[in-house]
């Protein structure tokens, strides 16, 4: 059984920061790719960054230069380092990974529990 655990939200002023971890547990043939989402109420889950296994990323726009993605060398663990936060950066984020558990033959999208970051003005 997979599972994507979250750590690291929590209560910011603007332009403070916080750093996201979510490790990938379990029987993994391969990790093609983790991201981060977020999802603020009233508003659809959107894409915050994501990278590859081979160390391609990509960021949504309302965060380039701000927010930086990152892995362990294993793979297993993305990180999220959040600097310069504002009030808009405030949802529930969540981990995801496309990858290949051992037991099924093909790729599946699995997703942590969420973690609220809040930050006030």
């Known amino acids: 059984q997979v599972q994507l655990v979250e750590s690291g939200g929590g209560l910011v002023q603007t332009g403070g920061s916080l750093r996201l971890s979510c490790v990938a547990s379990g029987i993994i043939f391969r990790i093609n790719a983790m991201g981060w989402y977020r999802q603020a109420p009233g508003n659809q889950r959107e894409l915050v960054a994501t990278?590859?296994?081979?160390?391609?990323?990509n960021y949504a726009d309302s965060v380039k230069g701000r927010f930086t993605i990152s892995t362990n060398k294993a793979g297993n663990t993305v990180y999220l380092q959040m600097n310069s936060l504002k009030p808009e950066d405030t949802a529930v984020y969540y981990c995801n990974a496309d990858l290949r558990a051992l037991s099924r033959p093909y790729n599946d999208d699995y997703w942590g529990q969420g973690t609220q970051v809040t930050v006030s003005s």
């Open positions: 990278i590859t296994s081979g160390g391609s990323t």
